[in-house]
């Protein structure tokens, strides 16, 4: 069955980095769209960041554009998000997503359990 | 950007009663309009995608409408199972996906 496991949240100091790491099995990862999605404490769900099966395309919220990177390693099944320039509202549950279409459509048709970023001095 | 607003906030129901979730876009989405479920402690998971598509593996009492800017959630009888929170989110606008608020829907 589908499996995504997301790795790598702590506790990080503002402006330091993190890279979070998404560990994929069950499925052709190769041939998927992947994307990051996080939760505030006690919020709501916020899309962040899409690749498409072949890292040709990527987008990203306006929220993390320029501080966030998105990247795969199909030979290792693997997706990754490079955080830096940390803020207090990064802070959120962090899941890793799969996309119904390998180009990517938003149809978000797996999530793994998440992994919690604290940003906090 | 799309907002999507969900009503109520909070729906309190018992077992074997009907829930009706609803879920407005601040502008059209066609038919682009998913719902999850998020369990306490859980990843959220794909319930209906496309309006009224289930996904694999959701039980039918579980069913979607809507067209537009107005979409609905129906749960036909409540299970125990049920009780939880659930968001409207929408592709429309891909790649800029946006989620609605959230309805929790609790044991009366």
């Known amino acids: 069955q589908v499996q995504l496991a997301a790795s790598g949240g702590g506790v990080v100091q503002p402006g330091r980095s993190l890279r979070l790491s998404c560990a994929a099995s069950g499925f052709t990862f190769s041939s998927s769209a992947m994307h990051w999605v996080r939760q505030a404490p006690g919020k709501g769900l916020e899309w962040v960041t899409l690749?498409?099966?072949?890292?040709?395309?990527?987008h990203y919220a306006d929220s993390v554009k320029g501080r966030f990177t998105i990247s795969r390693d199909n030979s290792k099944n693997t997706l990754y998000l490079q955080m830096n320039s940390l803020r207090a509202e990064d802070t959120a549950v962090y899941y890793c997503?799969?996309?119904?279409?390998?180009?990517?459509?938003?149809?978000?048709?797996?999530w793994g359990q998440g992994t919690l970023v604290t940003v906090s001095s | 950007e799309i907002v999507l607003t969900q009503s109520p906030a909070t729906l309190s129901l018992s077992p074997g009663e009907r829930a009706t979730l609803s879920c407005r876009a601040s502008?059209?989405?066609?038919?682009?309009l998913a719902w999850y479920q998020q369990k306490p402690g859980q990843a959220p998971r794909l319930l209906i995608y496309?309006?009224?598509n289930r996904a694999t593996g959701i039980p039918a009492r579980f069913s979607g409408s809507g067209s537009g800017t107005d979409f609905t959630l129906t749960i036909s009888s409540l299970e125990p199972e049920d009780f939880a929170v659930y968001y409207c989110?929408?592709?429309?606008?891909?790649?800029?996906?946006?989620f609605g608020g959230g309805t929790k829907v609790e044991i009366k």
């Open positions: 690749m498409s099966y072949d890292g040709g395309n990527e």
């Open positions: 997503a799969r996309d119904y279409d390998p180009s990517g459509s938003g149809r978000l048709d797996y």
């Open positions: 496309d309006t009224s």
């Open positions: 502008q059209s989405v066609n038919n682009f």
């Open positions: 989110q929408q592709r429309s606008n891909w790649p800029a996906l946006t």
